[in-house]
Structures are given as structure tokens and as C-alpha cells.
């Protein structure tokens, strides 16, 4: 829940609330005296369940409530993984030398833990001969054997016949 969500003190207009206490109890009060009890403390009553019926409260810094909030916002953000999608363009009448080049494109890419698209491009006459293109992607398979999950399957899409490939998780 965002921090703008939350209501606190003179915000708070309901008759009565349940308080959360520091040590874990609860009980049902009036609005008025948990605010009494909040100024008596020189703390703040913030609503931290606003949709339970009463709405749950508790007596606590709110800035230092606010910041906490926000280093865990800020932690959860740096443990996630960035997957960025690597593209690798192709001919239907690639080269034998150029096809192991570029497989081991495929390979290093899939080794970063990066997600591959393998597309190979059709000009002209060559969109006759749609199946060599799929040639193209099958040997490119067999060359990174072992280490890849197709996502996506050969497919084509407009002038261009295209996979995406993952990285194999590590256990």
C-alpha cells in the first residue's frame, strides 16, 4: 500500500478503531481517545488497515514508519533481475562459418542469462522459400544443443521468421 493511502491523526474519521498496541494487543476504541493516547506518547496514529471493519491502527513515528517503507520498496527493487531480450539477424543463405559465428552469439548471450530472439529475414524472392529460413533456425538449435528453453517456436511474422529462446536456469 502506498504511503499516500494511509491516513493519520485528525485524518482518521471514524467513530471507533481497532489499536494495535506495541506489544501486540488489541482493543476497540474511540477515534478521539487513541489520539489522546497518540499525543500523550508525542507519536502518531496511522490507519494501517483502512478496509477492515473497524479500521486497524496503531500508535508510531510516522516518518520513521514512512522511511521504513521505503527501504523495503528500494531493497525489493535492487533483488529483482533485469532480463533483457538480445536480437540476432540472420540471412536464409548464411554462410556455414557465419552460422558458427553467430551461434556463438546465441551462446554467450544465453550464458549472460539473457533471453535471445534468433530472426532471420527474408528480401525479395527468398520469401518463396520460407523453409530455408527454417533450416537456418533448426541448425542454429543443434549448434547451442543443450543449453537454451524455446519460449517462442519458429514463426513468421510479416517478412521475418523469428524464435526467442531462454537461458536454461541454473539449479
Known sequence: MADK??????????????????????????TAEALE??????LD????APQA???VCK???????KFENEKK???AKGNQ????????RMQPKIDDHDLDFKSKHVKEFL??????KVTVRFRGRELAHTELGLDVLNDVLKRIEGEYVMDKPPAMEGRTMSMVLNPKTKK
Open 5 to 30: 493511502d494511509l491516513r493519520i491523526n485528525e485524518q482518521i474519521r471514524v467513530r471507533e478503531i481497532r489499536l494495535i498496541g506495541n506489544d501486540g494487543e488489541q482493543q476497540i476504541v474511540s
Open 37 to 42: 493516547m497518540a499525543r500523550n506518547q508525542d
Open 45 to 48: 496514529l496511522v490507519e494501517v
Open 53 to 55: 471493519n473497524p479500521p
Open 59 to 65: 500508535i508510531l513515528n510516522y516518518g520513521k514508519f
Open 73 to 75: 520498496v528500494r531493497e
Open 81 to 88: 533481475k533485469i532480463i533483457k531480450l538480445k536480437e540476432i
Open 111 to 116: 550464458g549472460q542469462g539473457n533471453k535471445v
